[in-house]
């Protein structure tokens, strides 16, 4: 008989498709390999599961890419769990693969713990989104940043979706809704643009957006500095130019035109 999968299960394994590009969902991934270790499933039972999810992503479909086709209503339980309440599951899948790694290295050497794990394994799921603590803030904070960062990052292929710089030194996730207008899209990955650090400063500025073609367009503040070698190598050949689509988490056209309206110096 095969075993159901639980709650904690699927939060891990979807909070990892989060954070890897669909083309590497494959059993021999080391970070499939390490959440199934967790889960106590195989690494093919994972890489099925990831397959699955796929199969429900509209940004995979586009690209003609159908992920599988045995997935359980579980299964679109939890993706529709996630794209309702981003903030909600992205903390609960965090808390979820933290507990697990935490028990793990309860086994392991002292220098295989981490001090932001054991952190985690104390906390609940409604003391961070209710508690009233600086700490519990701090927490919730601290767990939306590091989703949203590696899920930004896994759907661009760490590269600038402006001029494709690869360096992750140089890399940022971006909101395209900034952090302190909607607390509900802090987590939200089709909120996310990944950016080196220049064109992240100029987007946040409202010296380019991005129209309903993905196309980029530059403020005429911007444009008002030129010529200038530096801004037409960094910016006026981009300008019209689409940006790099993400391999999944397409950003959402209505927080695009929010940024065109309330942020943009059109």
């Known amino acids: 008989m095969i075993e159901t999968w639980t709650r904690d299960q699927l939060l891990v394994t979807f909070n990892l498709y989060c954070k890897i590009p669909f083309s590497k969902t494959r059993g021999n991934n080391p970070l499939v390999i390490e959440v199934a270790h967790l889960i106590g499933r195989s690494p093919a039972s994972v890489a099925m599961k990831l397959g699955n999810f796929g199969s429900f992503d509209p940004a995979l479909r586009t690209k003609g890419i159908k992920g599988l086709s045995r997935a359980s209503r579980a299964d679109r339980a939890i993706w529709d769990e996630f794209n309702q309440s981003w903030e909600r599951l992205s903390i609960e899948s965090e808390l979820a693969t933290e507990r697990l790694r935490?028990?793990?290295?309860?086994?392991?050497?002292?220098?295989?713990?981490?001090?932001?794990?054991?952190e985690l394994y104390s906390?609940?799921?409604?003391?961070?989104?209710?508690g009233p603590s600086e700490t519990a803030r701090q927490v919730k904070v601290r767990l939306h940043q590091r989703f949203f960062r590696e899920a930004v990052m896994a759907s661009y292929g760490?590269?600038?979706?402006?001029?494709?710089?690869p360096v992750p030194q140089l890399l940022t996730a971006g909101h395209?809704?900034?952090?302190?207008?909607?607390?509900?899209l802090r987590a939200n990955?089709?909120?996310g643009l990944c950016l080196c650090s220049l064109h992240h400063d100029a987007f946040?500025?409202?010296?380019?957006?991005?129209?309903?073609?993905?196309?980029?367009?530059?403020?005429?503040e911007l444009v008002a500095y030129?010529?200038?070698?530096?801004?037409?190598?960094?910016?006026?050949?981009y300008s019209k130019v689409r940006i790099h689509m993400p391999d999944k988490f397409w950003?959402?056209?209505?927080?695009?035109?929010?940024?065109?309206?309330?942020?943009?110096?059109g």
């Open 176 to 184: 395209i809704i900034p952090w302190a207008k909607r607390e509900d």
């Open 189 to 191: 990955p089709r909120n």
């Open 123 to 130: 906390w609940k799921l409604q003391d961070i989104l209710s």
């Open 158 to 165: 760490s590269s600038c979706c402006v001029c494709s710089n």
């Open 226 to 237: 030129l010529p200038n070698k530096t801004l037409e190598a960094s910016f006026v050949v």
């Open 102 to 118: 935490a028990s793990t290295q309860m086994k392991l050497p002292e220098r295989g713990k981490t001090k932001w794990s054991n």
């Open 251 to 265: 950003p959402e056209q209505e927080f695009l035109a929010y940024h065109r309206m309330n942020l943009f110096r």
């Open 204 to 220: 946040d500025c409202g010296l380019w957006t991005v129209d309903n073609s993905y196309e980029i367009r530059l403020s005429p």
